[in-house]
Structures are given as structure tokens and as C-alpha cells.
């Protein structure tokens, strides 16, 4: 019967995360003391990973849907627009790990989602967490690794000091393209030349043993 009583609580968690609002920004840049911000720039972010907002956590639900009771005619327009093809300009978001609160674009965000978009265009500042804890401090590891390099989240590393080991092979790297090329090799270049003839064939190499 344990198991029963557990699955029901499990049901019963579900459903009320499914009527509460959006996540507070405030609320989870306290619990992880992320107050160290990067402008990010300009990219594409998947809608699922925007889960909460800077000032209307409140107005929207947990699957980011406007609350019944609010005024919808914003919200309706946006929809129109997106109905007519009306190009958006970017949404401006805050991240914390892999997860996004929206500061400007709340009812694009919504009517997206409604939509059925897989992503939108973002303008993003991170707001990386306190290195109080292994996963923090890994964590910081690899959003400096990922902005050094220009690649994108498709690097995960458990241990401390594996990103700085790697950014290491690829300034080696660089030094070895630069000697070959007999002029400089910027950073970014070498690191998407390793990327493709060192890592990805070791990667390739290991799933295949």
C-alpha cells in the first residue's frame, strides 16, 4: 500500500504545481545567492526552460498561461501577431542555471507557448550562483568555459577543475595552429578546431568501445 500512498502524493504535488504561478526570479536568485551577472548576448532559448518572471510571476500560472482573471486584450494581440507572421523583437531574460525568468516580454512568452513554439529569440544576462556548493562552483566552471570557447551547452563535467583542464588542450592547441599557420590563431577558432578534430572523434571513439 506504500507504494499507492506515495503515487497518490505524487499525483496530488503534480496537480498543485500545475495551478501555482510562475517561479519568482527573486526567490531562487536568493536561495542560490546568484548576484554575479553576464550579459549574455543575443540567442535562441527554449520556451520549456522559461519557467518564471521578474515582477508578474503572479499574473502567470506554472505552465506560463495569463491568469483567468487578468485583463487578456495584450495577450490577445500578441497572439494576432503571431497569427499574422508579425515579426517580435527579442524577450529579455534572466538566467539561473538552466532556467530563464522573463523581464521584458512577459505576454510574448505566454502567447509563444500557446502557439506551440519550441524557442524564442532572447536578449539574456546569467546571474551565476554563489561557489558555495561542488555544484555551484562546477557549475562556474563551465559557464566560464562556455563563454571562453563560444560553444554551446553541450559540455557537462562533474569534477572541479575538468573545464579549466580543458581549456588548457585547447591553448595548446592554439599554440600548435599558430606555429602550423605561422601567424595568430584567435582563441575561439582553435577551440572550434579541437572541438572538431580532437574531442568530438574522442567522444565518437568512446561510445563506440
Known sequence: MGHVFQRLDEIWKNFRQRRVHAKSFAEQQNEDEAY???DRGTRMVV???IVG???RYHDFDGEFRLRQHLPAEKLEHVKQLI???VPLPPVK???IKDEYYVL???????AAKEAGWQDIEACIVEFLPSPTTLE??????KADFLEKTGFQDDFDLTEVGQYAYLLEQIRQHQDALAQCAGQP???HDAAEDWRKTIYQPMVRLIARS
Not at 521584458?104 to 505566454?110: E, F, L, T, Y
Not at 555551484?136 to 566552471?141: A, F, G, Q, S
Open 136 to 141: 555551484n562552483i562546477v557549475y562556474r566552471e
Open 36 to 38: 554575479d551577472a553576464k
Open 104 to 110: 521584458d516580454g512577459n505576454h510574448r512568452v505566454a
Open 47 to 49: 520556451l520549456a526552460q
Open 53 to 55: 518572471s521578474v515582477g
Open 83 to 85: 497569427k499574422g507572421g
Open 185 to 187: 590563431v584567435s582563441f
Open 93 to 95: 531574460l534572466y538566467q
